[in-house]
């Protein structure tokens, strides 16, 4: 009796028990420097730190270039502008980052995250197997649909049929098909779009929304929406993180 009392517990505790009895914690670093919206910063660090097995903090490309990751379980690069932090976090920031996925860190970038994750202009490649289908990006902003595919109800949860998120602008997605990186796996799916500034149609309908890979021995999960802002959805940000350090 006391041992289904005891995992009865365990499924409704959020934290995570180890074999000696500690809780598992998870130390998030919050990139925010230049490119970095304050708005995405401030709602996933607020969202983060109501969780009890969870602790934000916000890292800037200084600590970054410096070697600070190696005290964190996952970073976190928001919505704004990747290419401003790219230059942001330079190639010294590049190289630690880089270290902290090959030693089994974790990754998760929104919207600029996202693109910042894909670096298709960078010789080193990039962070997970990963195109854009279109290089016209200014898409515009929009309340989408969008539905979780089977592997992502594993990880966020059971939320049947068509969901409303917040996009502005996020990439569109396709395979990369590189060689070096294993193929990702799609987490969520747009069912709707938006393509103002004469963007191409019919490409982000049923392309993938969320998708996680493989870097080294880290991995690596973008969202071209934003889950951070759509308090509906603010619930997806903690399985993410806790997937992308591992679990």
Not at 35 to 58: H, M, N, Q, R, V
Not at 90 to 101: A, M, Y
Not at 173 to 178: I, K, P, Q, S
Request: glycine share 10%; proline share 7%; charged share 25%.
């Amino acid at each position: 009796m006391l041992k289904q009392i005891f995992a009865i517990f365990c499924f409704l505790c959020p934290l995570v028990v180890l074999a000696d009895g500690s809780e598992k914690t998870y130390r998030v670093a919050i990139y925010n420097g230049p490119g970095a919206a304050e708005i995405c910063c401030d709602s996933s660090y607020d969202i983060l730190d109501k969780e009890p097995d969870i602790t934000p903090k916000t890292i800037s490309p200084e600590e970054i270039r410096q070697g600070e990751l190696r005290h964190f379980d996952v970073v976190i690069f928001p919505g704004g502008t990747g290419s401003d932090q790219s230059q942001a976090i330079g190639e010294e920031g590049w190289k630690e980052l880089r270290r902290f996925l090959n030693e089994g860190g974790g990754y998760f970038g929104t919207c600029a995250g996202a693109y910042l994750a894909l670096t298709k202009n960078r010789a080193d490649g990039s962070l997970i197997d990963a195109k854009l289908k279109s290089d016209e990006w200014e898409r515009g902003k929009a309340i989408l649909k969008i539905e979780l595919s089977q592997e992502g109800t594993k990880i966020l949860g059971d939320h049947p049929g068509l969901l409303d998120i917040h996009y502005e602008n996020g990439p569109i997605l396709t395979e990369a098909h590189n060689p070096n990186l294993t193929p990702y796996i799609t987490l969520a799916y747009f069912r709707s779009e938006v393509a103002d500034n004469d963007t191409p149609t019919g490409i982000q309908t049923d392309s993938p929304a969320i998708v996680a890979g493989k870097y080294g021995k880290g991995r690596v999960i973008i969202s071209s929406p934003h889950p951070e802002l759509t308090p509906a959805l603010n619930d997806f940000l903690p399985p993410l993180v806790r997937y992308a350090a591992g679990d």
